[in-house]
T-cell receptor
Framework: TQLLEQSPQFLSIQEGENLTVYCNSSSVFSSLQWYRQEPGEGPVLLVTVVTGGEVKKLKRLTFQFGDARKDSSLHITAAQPGDTGLYLCAATWGYALNFGKGTSLLVTP | GAVVSQHPSWVICKSGTSVKIECRSLDFQATTMFWYRQFPKQSLMLMATSNEGSKATYEQGVEKDKFLINHASLTLSTLTVTSAHPEDSSFYIC???????????FGPGTRLTVL
């Protein structure tokens, strides 16, 4: 059973387009994290959201935590080729961090 | 921020041999470290929790006799893949929590290829 469901699994868009990635669960979390991973490297933390309804912005990236703290979204405005990578949502379950399956994003010039 | 290193960054070995991967927290102490495995085009899957001073905790389906974990000190955990087979080829990543809370710092990963 997958604790965190991410969608879409793959996304290929052109430079300048907007996109949204979703992370859903039936469980309530005290916090949820978003990571970005490039091939051959470890994941890098982008943001942690902790409050239901919270919205955080990181340049062109906007992260939202659902009111019920069961879901989150990542919105990228005017995507650039440098945004290409694997985006992972993660949440602590028990004692360890569990990851969604990830969204592989390709932004072409 | 906190830094976690892994060594080696990549390794190629013959089937049947054992390979040791090191995970170090460079500027903080970690009583707990986590080991993940990631297959191509897939997400990170937790393998085990490395505990300083006690035995590692393995996730369901992970063979503890095949993946030996030793938390040698407060800054070092090692993962040894024993009698490696081609299906063990994967990207192995470690992480360590720092500063309390849910924040985990990840190593750069080790690419294992078993021929």
């Amino acid at each position: 059973t997958q604790l965190l469901e991410q969608s879409p699994q793959f996304l290929s868009i052109q430079e300048g387009e907007n996109l949204t990635v979703y992370c859903n669960s039936s469980s309530v979390f005290s916090s949820l994290q978003w990571y970005r991973q490039e091939p051959g490297e470890g994941p890098v933390l982008l943001v942690t959201v902790v409050t239901g309804g919270e919205v955080k912005k990181l340049k062109r990236l906007t992260f939202q935590f659902g009111d019920a703290r069961k879901d989150s979204s990542l919105h990228i405005t005017a995507a650039q080729p440098g945004d290409t990578g694997l985006y992972l949502c993660a949440a602590t379950w028990g004692y360890a961090l569990n990851f969604g399956k990830g969204t592989s994003l390709l932004v072409t010039p | 921020g906190a830094v976690v290193s892994q060594h080696p960054s990549w390794v190629i070995c013959k089937s049947g041999t054992s390979v040791k991967i090191e995970c170090r927290s460079l500027d903080f102490q970690a009583t707990t470290m986590f080991w993940y495995r990631q297959f191509p085009k897939q997400s990170l899957m937790l393998m085990a929790t490395s505990n300083e001073g006690s035995k590692a905790t393995y996730e369901q389906g992970v063979e503890k006799d095949k993946f030996l974990i030793n938390h040698a000190s407060l800054t070092l955990s090692t993962l040894t893949v024993t009698s490696a087979h081609p299906e063990d080829s994967s990207f192995y990543i470690c992480s360590a929590p720092s500063g309390g809370g849910d924040t985990q710092y990840f190593g750069p990963g080790t690419r294992l290829t078993v021929l």
